[in-house]
């Protein structure tokens, strides 16, 4: 029976086609035609041979996650829902950026485990880890979907789930959208966000991807009220993980804060913040908190927000303010979902 296609890596899927007595180079063309020209017709595959474009369809199939909805935000941004088997949905959001940057946030499970305290997604238990090919097949859905002049040129693993749960389907997804005979995405694109599994770190490091952390907090105290992955793997353990990766990459790690009003959003915490991140090659990346339903959490001022940026930048801190895209379709960070009978259409902040 046919498997996809968008399992394999590279080398994987020559091994494949040996199996079946076929050249290993046939793995480069596959790769070339589908992720590169984006030719899904085996038989427009001109430099194929007729008697191998003929067995294709009983090795490979190409189907790709159904679309379920599209939705468009009047800032650029669009967020697509994908079912993935047995009625369960994930999103993927695709926001614009500056100088024809398109970056693709994708969904690395259904659910999350990690039950931070803010998200929405973390509301809803784990259900499924999903497979490399689902991965792969988010970005490859959107890829067809985009004019040929508005190419995806990042990717950041920010949607639903923590990927560093489901590490080797992550990391599979990003050797085979990374390989130079497709896709061709430099790995310095491909950006993992971590809520903190620090045995996992090493392997985001061995892979040459870039490291986000969901910091969240100043402390360990605060951390663990919203976080409760840092009871396992508090911030000492954490920050000594960071600064390895930062070592061994030579890359700065990019500190998530998410800014709760009245929690972690004073001047003191900023300090405090500073302190902790002293010896780390790190950028800060404040997130202003996206509201939901019964979060119990607020989104502060926007003097706040600008006071903690503003103390952080006095300090020679490299931060950045998070734009906040795609909040009037519910895509913005910390809104996706899979439960989709339950979640607004739209929403009015
Ligand atoms: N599980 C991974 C990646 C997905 S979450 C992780 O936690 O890193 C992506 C980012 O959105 C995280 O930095 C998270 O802290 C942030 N986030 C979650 N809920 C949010 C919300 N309601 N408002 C703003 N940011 C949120
Ligand atoms: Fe999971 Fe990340 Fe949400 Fe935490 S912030 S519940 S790790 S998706």
Redesign the pocket.
């Known amino acids: 029976m046919a498997v996809s296609f968008f399992q394999f890596k590279l080398e994987e899927l020559g091994q494949y086609l040996e199996s079946y007595g076929e050249k290993k180079f046939r793995a480069q063309q596959l790769f070339r035609w589908i992720y590169g020209l984006k030719q899904f017709d085996y038989e427009e595959m001109t430099n194929v041979s007729k008697s191998f474009r003929q067995l294709l369809p009983q090795l490979l199939n190409l189907e790709l996650p159904h679309i379920v909805n599209v939705r468009s935000s009047q800032d650029g941004t669009r967020k697509y829902l994908f079912e993935v088997g047995e009625g369960e949905t994930v999103e993927a959001v695709l926001i614009p950026g500056n100088n024809r940057r398109q970056t693709l946030c994708l969904s690395s499970e259904v659910g999350?485990?990690?039950?931070?305290k803010?998200?929405?997604?973390?509301k809803q238990k784990l259900k499924r880890r999903l497979s490399t090919q689902q991965i792969v097949g988010q970005f490859v859905r959107v890829m067809l979907d985009q004019p040929e002049d508005e190419p995806i040129t990042n990717i950041v693993y920010?949607g639903?789930?923590?990927p560093l749960?489901n590490t080797d389907a992550v990391l599979s997804a990003s050797e085979i959208l990374h390989n130079s005979w497709g896709v061709n995405l430099s790995r310095k694109k491909i950006t993992v966000?971590?809520?903190g599994l620090v045995p996992q770190i090493p392997l985001v490091t061995q892979a040459g991807l870039r490291l986000a952390v969901?910091l969240n907090a100043p402390n360990d105290e605060l951390r663990t009220q919203i976080?409760p992955?840092n009871k396992k793997y508090p911030l000492a353990e954490l920050i000594a993980s960071c600064k390895e990766h930062s070592r061994k990459s030579k890359d700065k790690v990019t500190m998530e804060y998410v800014l709760l009003k009245d929690f972690n959003d004073s001047i003191d915490h900023a300090k405090q913040l500073m302190y902790l991140l002293r010896d780390v090659p790190s950028k800060i990346n404040i997130i202003p908190f996206n509201e939901h339903p019964d979060s119990g959490f607020g989104r502060p001022s926007e003097e706040k927000i600008q006071a903690f940026q503003n103390f952080l930048i006095s300090k020679n801190v490299h931060v950045l303010r998070r734009r906040t895209m795609g909040r009037d379709i519910y895509a913005a960070c910390?809104q996706l979902t899979s439960a989709y009978k339950n979640h607004p259409i739209s929403m009015t902040i």
Request: aromatic residues 10%; contains cysteine; proline residues 0%.
């Open positions: 999350c485990n990690m039950a931070c803010f998200c929405f997604t973390g920010m639903m789930g923590e749960d966000s971590t809520s969901s976080m992955i910390g």
